[in-house]
C-alpha cells in the first residue's frame, strides 16, 4: 500500500545582473540537463544563494532576503531602494547606541533593535512596529509575509518581523539569530550576564518569553529541540539554507505548486547546509510524491517495482521528518498564540513589558 497523503508546507552575478535580467541554470548543476523553470529571475535567485552557500560569493541575509521577495515580484524591487531605507535605520541605530553609552554592554546593540521595534522614535518616525492581523499567513497575498512590507507599513508577523530584525542585526554587528517553533520564527541572542543562557524576544508582542512557554505553548518535543529542528539559534548560513527552502515556497505559490526541477535544486541546496531543515524535506516528500503519483496515472495504477522504489524514498523522508521530532500545531491554535498572545503571557504570570524591563536593567 502506498500512502498519497502530502506534508503540508510551512517555505555569483551583480547586484545589475540580479536586477536586470534572469540567468538559465547552467547544466553542470543538472547532471548535463538543460532543465526548464517557470521563472528566470527565481533562476537567478537561486543561483545567488546557492553561491553564498558555497562559498563562492559573501554571505548576506539581506541579500537572500531580497533575492526570495524580487523573484515573487518578477524584478519589481529595487536593491538599491532596499539598501537605502536599511541604511538609514542603520544610522539611527548606530547613533542610538553611541547616545546611550551601550556600547560598553554586550548585548547594547540587541537593546536598540528592541528599542526601534516596540518604542515610537525619530529612527522609526514615531510609528512602533506591531502585527499584523489580517491575513497573517499570506494566505491571500503572500507579499504580507516580506521584510519589504514590513518596512513600508510598519507591521508585520513571526515570519517578517524576525528576518528584518536579523537583516539589521548583521548590519550594526549585533549577536541574533533566527530560531524556529512550529509555524513560528523568533530572534535569540546571548543574555547579558550569563553566556549560557538565551533571550528569546517576541517581535510579535514586543516581549521576552520564557523558554518553558514557547516549549508548552507550541508543543515543542524534547527530540526536536534535541535535533535542533526547534528553539535552535540558526548560524548564517544557516538561515541562508532556510530562505533557500522558503525561495522554493514563493515559487509554488506564484506558479500554482508547480513541482519541477527547481524545487528539487532549491530542497537539495537547502539541506546541504542545514539538514534538519523540515520546510526542504517536506518539501522533497511531496516531489517525491507528486512522482508516484503522476507514474501510477501513466501505467494504470499498478504498484510495479519502479513504484515501489519511489514509494520507499517517500516513506524514508517521511520517517526521517518524524525521527527529527517534527510537529506542527493547527491554524486554530496558532491563531490564538498570535491574536491573544498577550492575554495568553498574562494567564501564564508573564508581563508582555517584562521584556522591556529585563532589557533595561543593563542601562541600571
Request: charged residues 25%.
Amino acid at each position: 500500500m502506498t500512502s498519497i497523503l502530502l506534508f503540508s508546507l510551512a517555505l555569483a552575478v551583480s547586484v545589475m545582473q540580479a536586477q536586470t535580467a534572469g540567468r538559465d541554470i547552467p547544466p553542470e548543476i543538472t547532471d548535463g540537463v538543460q532543465i526548464e523553470t517557470h521563472s528566470r529571475f527565481y533562476n537567478t535567485a537561486y543561483l545567488e544563494m546557492a553561491d553564498m552557500l558555497d562559498g563562492k560569493q559573501e554571505l548576506s541575509i539581506k541579500r537572500a532576503v531580497f533575492l526570495h521577495e524580487w523573484a515573487y515580484l518578477d524584478g519589481e524591487l529595487d536593491y538599491d531602494e532596499f539598501c537605502s531605507q536599511i541604511e538609514e535605520v542603520v544610522t539611527y541605530l548606530k547613533a542610538f547606541i553611541a547616545v546611550n553609552n551601550l556600547e560598553q554592554y554586550k548585548t547594547g546593540t540587541n537593546f536598540a533593535l528592541f528599542d526601534y521595534f516596540s518604542q515610537p522614535s525619530s529612527g522609526n518616525g514615531g510609528k512602533p512596529f506591531s502585527y499584523d492581523f489580517e491575513d497573517f499567513g499570506g494566505t491571500d497575498d503572500y507579499t504580507k509575509l516580506f521584510v519589504s512590507k514590513v518596512m513600508r507599513t510598519h507591521t508585520g508577523q513571526c515570519r517578517s518581523l524576525p528576518m528584518y530584525y536579523k537583516i539589521l542585526a548583521e548590519a550594526i554587528g549585533a549577536e541574533a539569530y533566527i530560531a524556529l517553533a512550529p509555524q513560528h520564527y523568533f530572534i535569540r541572542h546571548p543574555d547579558e550576564t550569563d553566556p549560557a543562557k538565551w533571550v528569546n524576544v517576541e517581535l510579535t508582542s514586543q516581549s521576552i518569553s520564557r523558554e518553558i512557554w514557547l516549549i508548552e505553548q507550541f508543543g515543542i518535543s524534547d527530540t526536536a529541540i534535541r535535533n535542533k529542528v526547534y528553539m535552535y539559534p540558526l548560524s548564517d548560513k544557516e538561515t541562508v539554507a532556510l530562505l533557500m527552502s522558503e525561495l522554493s515556497s514563493g515559487y509554488l505559490r506564484k506558479y500554482e505548486y508547480a513541482y519541477d526541477d527547481l524545487m528539487w535544486l532549491c530542497a537539495t541546496k537547502s539541506l546541504e547546509y542545514y539538514p534538519q531543515n523540515i520546510t526542504a524535506l517536506t518539501l522533497k516528500a511531496n516531489i517525491i510524491n507528486i512522482d508516484l503519483m503522476t507514474y501510477l496515472a501513466s501505467n494504470g495504477n499498478v504498484m510495479d517495482d519502479h513504484a515501489r522504489m519511489i514509494d520507499k524514498q517517500w516513506y524514508s523522508i517521511r520517517d526521517k521528518i518524524f525521527a527529527l521530532g517534527w510537529s506542527e500545531i493547527d491554524d486554530a491554535t496558532y491563531e490564538r498564540l498570535t491574536q491573544g498572545v498577550e492575554e495568553v503571557m498574562e494567564k501564564h504570570g508573564l508581563d508582555p513589558a517584562d521584556g522591556r524591563k529585563q532589557l533595561n536593567e543593563m542601562r541600571k
